[in-house]
C-alpha cells in the first residue's frame, strides 16, 4: 500500500533544543493515539544551518489530512508546536516498489 510521507521543515525556537528534543516522543505517542493511521515518524534530521526535517508517515493522504485538520486537540503536540518557527511541509508519496517500511 502506497503511503503519504510529510517532510516537516522548520526552526526550532533559540534555546529550546532540549524542549524539542524531550517534547517529540510525547507528541508522536499522542499523535498516533488519537490517530491510528500515524505509521511512524522514523526520521529527525538538524542541517548544518540549523533548521530541521521531520518525517512523519500516515498510511494515506486523507489520514495526514486528518491529524493536520485536528493537531490543535492533541495538548503534547501542540506543546512540541510551540517550540517550533518557520514551519513548512513537503508531501509526497512513498510507492510499494520502494521496500522498507517504518
Not at 25 to 39: E, K, N, Y
Request: net charge negative.
Amino acid at each position: 500500500m502506497t503511503q503519504h510521507v510529510e517532510f516537516v521543515k522548520f526552526r526550532v525556537q533559540d534555546g529550546q533544543r532540549a524542549a524539542f528534543l524531550a517534547a517529540r516522543p510525547a507528541a508522536i505517542a499522542a499523535v498516533r493515539a488519537a490517530h491510528p493511521t500515524l505509521v511512524g515518524a522514523p526520521v529527525l534530521a538538524e542541517h548544518p544551518d540549523g533548521s530541521w526535517t521531520d518525517v512523519w508517515i500516515y498510511q494515506t493522504a486523507e489520514a495526514a489530512a486528518a491529524a493536520n485538520q485536528q493537531a490543535d486537540r492533541i495538548p503534547a503536540f501542540m506543546a512540541m508546536a510551540a517550540l517550533l518557527d518557520d514551519v513548512t511541509i513537503d508531501e509526497a508519496t512513498a510507492p510499494d516498489e520502494a521496500g522498507a517500511r517504518p
